[in-house]
């Protein structure tokens, strides 16, 4: 435990996150989690942070130790998307019961589930997790991972991040060192070349990767490893071989970026795939942090070519949607990366914001925000479901972008509303994936059932005022159904 400890200290000690440095000792020691207002949701546990950053890894077998629950709990709950390997999403736990623990039999269970595994899937690694339960009765998973990583001949590797030491982000960096320590650099690729990047922090959500890749793939770059989306084991294991990389999702994974230049000396920096801009930056720096360390120079002329090719496909695409969607104004209610990149993107349609939310955002995103907005009066912390909810019903925003957990205040407020987060169901990222974006905003936005629910009930409108809304034929038949089954006519209705 002492060992787990210093981890975290080191974790917390991160010199690459600008929040940070700006602490005293003290202060960084306690790292960033908040203490919870009473009456909130807890939001992820650590081992849920180290299960997101690690289970898109798809041919590697995810081993939960502890209870049914906290895999239940944690299984799946992103839509990131694999192009082959489905074994990431068996859901394997040991299932330990009050007896197991009675009897002191969490190991014993811990190692034979591994054999079961192996036996039944022979996959390239097994990824072990424990949980709160099998850390506070002190199974030494650590012990029991090398023993059967001796005996059956494949890495089975300890993410030791019970649920207890923290928030998700602790666990999403702790994630990162669990591959730092066993993974990354224990296989010598034989094919290792000059235009090899790592992409970090990228978890392929709805596949939108995809979208990216191919642009990559034209310039001849070759992605090493996209860690965590669609990632191989065998590709992560030789991640130190690539020679520059860009992180997506800094707050997740910095510490991992910093310690492979440190030890492997692979630049990086921070970027995005959202929106044309941002996906232009992203590849022009990729190709100068290349040449920086070997590569030919002329893939600079070659990257400006594509961008200027991709781009203009985009900008006329994206054309058909201006008229609609110009002066109409978001509300942005996510955080992180997100909270500037899909800013800007917005913003190069005439899309106006009246709110971002930068409650997950660094100090970076948040100068990023203030250069992109001007100023950082449409930056708010946190926004109280009732002043979410008061400000869409007084029609402050046309449309709400966030995540699926404020969804239905903006489904109340009768404002239409996009899943921008992890559940979302449409990939977003790169040239494609911001006329998606934009597509989607407009399919919201016109979509013909806001002026049905915005329309006072039936039976609050006095004839006169219903008569004035000029109606479909299908609204008319459907008014008619409500009257017949109300027992009603037209002029039995009160005042709006
Ligand atoms: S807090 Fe502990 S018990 Fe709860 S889900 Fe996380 S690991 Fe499991």
Same mark, same amino acid.
């Given at each position: 435990?002492?060992?787990?400890?210093?981890?975290?200290?080191?974790?917390?000690?991160?010199?690459?996150?600008?929040?940070?440095?700006?602490?005293?000792?003290?202060?960084?020691?306690?790292?960033?989690?908040?203490?919870?207002?009473?009456?909130?949701?807890?939001? $992820?546990?650590?081992?849920? #942070?180290? /299960?997101?950053?690690?289970?898109?890894?798809?041919?590697?077998?995810?081993?939960?130790? #502890?209870?049914?629950? =906290?895999?239940?709990?944690?299984?799946?709950?992103? #839509?990131?998307?694999?192009?082959?390997?489905?074994?990431?999403?068996?859901?394997?736990?040991?299932?330990?019961?009050?007896?197991?623990?009675?009897?002191?039999?969490?190991?014993?269970?811990?190692?034979?589930?591994?054999?079961?595994?192996?036996?039944?899937?022979?996959?390239?690694?097994?990824?072990?997790?424990?949980? =709160?339960?099998?850390?506070?009765?002190?199974?030494?998973?650590?012990?029991?991972?090398?023993?059967?990583?001796?005996?059956?001949?494949?890495?089975?590797?300890?993410?030791?991040?019970? #649920?207890?030491?923290?928030?998700?982000?602790?666990?999403?960096?702790?994630?990162?060192?669990?591959?730092?320590?066993?993974?990354?650099?224990?296989?010598?690729?034989?094919?290792?070349?000059?235009?090899?990047?790592?992409?970090?922090?990228?978890?392929?959500?709805?596949?939108?990767?995809?979208?990216?890749?191919?642009?990559?793939?034209?310039?001849? !770059?070759?992605?090493?490893?996209?860690?965590?989306?669609?990632?191989?084991?065998?590709?992560?294991?030789?991640?130190?071989?690539?020679?520059?990389?860009?992180?997506? =999702?800094?707050?997740?994974?910095?510490?991992?970026?910093?310690?492979?230049?440190?030890?492997?000396?692979?630049?990086?920096?921070?970027?995005?795939?959202?929106?044309?801009?941002?996906?232009?930056?992203?590849?022009?720096?990729?190709?100068?942090?290349?040449?920086?360390?070997?590569?030919?120079?002329? !893939?600079? $002329?070659?990257?400006?070519?594509?961008?200027?090719?991709?781009?203009?496909?985009?900008?006329?695409?994206?054309?058909?949607?201006?008229?609609?969607?110009?002066?109409?104004?978001?509300?942005?209610?996510?955080?992180?990366?997100?909270?500037?990149?899909?800013?800007? @993107?917005?913003? *190069?349609?005439?899309?106006?914001?009246?709110?971002?939310?930068?409650?997950?955002?660094?100090? *970076?995103?948040?100068?990023?925000?203030?250069?992109?907005? /001007?100023?950082?009066?449409?930056?708010?912390?946190?926004?109280?479901?009732?002043?979410?909810?008061?400000?869409?019903?007084?029609?402050? @925003?046309?449309?709400?972008?966030?995540?699926?957990?404020?969804?239905?205040?903006?489904?109340?407020?009768?404002?239409?509303?996009?899943? !921008?987060?992890?559940?979302?169901?449409?990939?977003?990222?790169?040239?494609?994936?911001?006329?998606?974006?934009?597509?989607?905003?407009?399919? @919201?936005?016109?979509?013909?059932?806001?002026?049905?629910?915005?329309?006072?009930?039936?039976?609050?409108?006095?004839?006169?005022?219903?008569?004035?809304?000029?109606?479909?034929?299908? *609204?008319? @038949?459907?008014?008619?159904?409500?009257?017949?089954?109300?027992?009603?006519?037209?002029?039995?209705?009160? *005042? =709006?």
């Amino acid at each position: 435990m002492s060992l787990l400890r210093a981890k975290i200290q080191d974790v917390f000690n991160e010199p690459a996150c600008e929040k940070n440095r700006g602490k005293d000792a003290k202060a960084r020691k306690e790292g960033c989690s908040k203490p919870l207002t009473p009456g909130a949701a807890a939001g $992820g546990c650590a081992f849920d #942070g180290a /299960k997101i950053v690690l289970q898109p890894i798809t041919d590697v077998a995810h081993l939960v130790h #502890g209870p049914l629950a =906290c895999e239940g709990n944690s299984w799946d709950n992103r #839509g990131a998307a694999s192009s082959g390997p489905t074994l990431w999403r068996t859901s394997f736990t040991t299932d330990l019961t009050e007896l197991d623990v009675v009897m002191g039999r969490g190991e014993r269970k811990l190692f034979k589930a591994i054999r079961e595994i192996k036996e039944a899937y022979g996959p390239p690694a097994i990824f072990v997790y424990p949980t =709160c339960v099998t850390a506070l009765i002190g199974d030494d998973i650590e012990a029991v991972c090398k023993r059967a990583a001796e005996k059956y001949g494949l890495p089975v590797v300890p993410v030791n991040a019970p #649920g207890f030491l923290g928030s998700k982000n602790l666990g999403n960096k702790l994630a990162g060192e669990a591959l730092l320590e066993h993974v990354i650099g224990t296989v010598e690729p034989d094919d290792a070349g000059p235009y090899d990047i790592n992409i970090l922090g990228e978890f392929n959500l709805s596949g939108e990767f995809w979208l990216v890749k191919p642009l990559l793939d034209r310039l001849g !770059i070759r992605v090493r490893a996209c860690i965590p989306g669609d990632a191989r084991y065998f590709d992560i294991a030789c991640a130190h071989r690539a020679r520059a990389a860009l992180i997506v =999702c800094s707050t997740a994974l910095i510490n991992l970026a910093r310690k492979m230049e440190q030890r492997w000396d692979i630049p990086f920096f921070e970027g995005s795939f959202y929106g044309i801009t941002d996906t232009s930056e992203a590849l022009r720096q990729i190709s100068q942090l290349l040449v920086k360390k070997g590569a030919d120079p002329e !893939i600079l $002329g070659r990257t400006e070519v594509l961008i200027a090719e991709e781009e203009a496909i985009a900008w006329k695409k994206l054309a058909a949607y201006r008229p609609r969607l110009e002066g109409k104004r978001v509300l942005l209610n996510t955080g992180g990366v997100k909270s500037w990149s899909v800013v800007h @993107a917005l913003m *190069e349609i005439g899309i106006e914001i009246v709110g971002t939310s930068v409650k997950k955002s660094t100090v *970076e995103d948040k100068e990023r925000i203030k250069q992109i907005l /001007k100023d950082d009066n449409h930056m708010f912390e946190q926004m109280a479901a009732r002043e979410l909810y008061a400000m869409l019903s007084e029609h402050k @925003a046309d449309i709400m972008l966030s995540g699926g957990r404020t969804q239905f205040i903006a489904l109340k407020a009768k404002t239409p509303w996009l899943d !921008i987060n992890q559940e979302r169901q449409h990939p977003y990222a790169g040239y494609h994936g911001m006329v998606e974006l934009v597509r989607q905003i407009d399919l @919201a936005i016109h979509n013909p059932i806001w002026r049905q629910v915005r329309e006072p009930a039936p039976w609050d409108c006095q004839p006169a005022v219903r008569q004035e809304l000029p109606r479909t034929k299908s *609204e008319t @038949a459907t008014l008619h159904v409500v009257q017949e089954f109300a027992g009603t006519t037209a002029g039995n209705f009160g *005042e =709006c």
